[in-house]
């Protein structure tokens, strides 16, 4: 292969399995006769990462690593590959094993035959029911409120073309959704099946909070559904109170009925403050995001590089 090969990888406290994933990687990089760049991007690993990337340098001269000032969150440490590799074809792949590099030569074959992005759809998942349950209906949910097609079951894990990276690295955006942005950018896209792996070693860095933050950034990043839905919540309860006074009024004045409804009254005014506090923490999820980006802050500090 003529083009050169970027493959980027986030790492977090996996000191303990790099050297699977480098053999892997090396492995693949001389049975295709690979040019080969190598980015490790270490967000705040807490153990011994970066030390780890500074040993398999000496052995691996094409490893770029860095190293983030603290953990910016898995979506950060990609993007921040992103804005440092070269390659002509750019990958994206974890650091436990999960999407093997091995899977990596058949998805470059695609971008020869002419696409610009090929991406992993998980066909199988070896995680509990309760994950595989959450992950399904987290895209299937975020597909019907999206304004964008984002494909269903498919993860960071892709090969991209120069173009597409540098499309995607014009949104400079503080919470990124990377898949959501690769799918925005368009060109042309293809996914392919594969059954990820499990784990290698060790726990996800993906605790629930990081995975909740991932889910509402993709939501409200790429939907206007939400803030609408207030609207029509708006409406519905303008036109049920209009009915509910009416029909006290028609009782009152017509019947002479004396109106009590303590309990209803008890019960619609916690219904619609429940409601009204829905609504702004909605109307608050947009209001955060706005005020990241009018911050303007850097969406990364990057403390030491290697060959960078």
Known sequence: MDKKISIIVPIYNSSAFMNNLLEAIDAERKNSGWDLELVLIDDGSKDKSYEKIIELNKKYSYIKGVKLSRNFGHQIAVKTGLSICTGDYIAIIDDDLQDPPSLLPAFFKYLDEGNDVAYGVRKKRKESFIKKLSYNSFYRIL??????????????????KRQVVDSMLKLQEKNPFLRGIRAWVG????????????????????????????????????????????????????????????L??????????????????????SFFSSLILICLGIIGEYIVRIYDEVRNRPYTVIEKTINV
């Open 248 to 269: 006290v009024i028609y009782e009152s004045l017509v019947h002479s009925i004396e109106v009590k409804g303590f309990a209803t009254l008890a019960i619609i005014i």
């Open 187 to 246: 060109f042309k896209q293809v996914g392919v099946e594969y059954e990820r792996a499990a784990r290698i070693d060790g726990e996800s860095g993906y605790t629930l909070k990081k995975l909740m933050k991932i889910a509402l950034d993709g939501i409200f990043s790429f939907s206007s559904v939400p803030i609408r839905v207030i609207t029509i919540l708006g409406v519905l309860g303008l036109v049920f109170a209009t009915v509910y006074s009416i």
């Open 143 to 160: 597909k019907s409120l999206s304004d964008t097609d984002i494909p269903l079951d498919s993860g960071d894990f892709c090969v991209m």
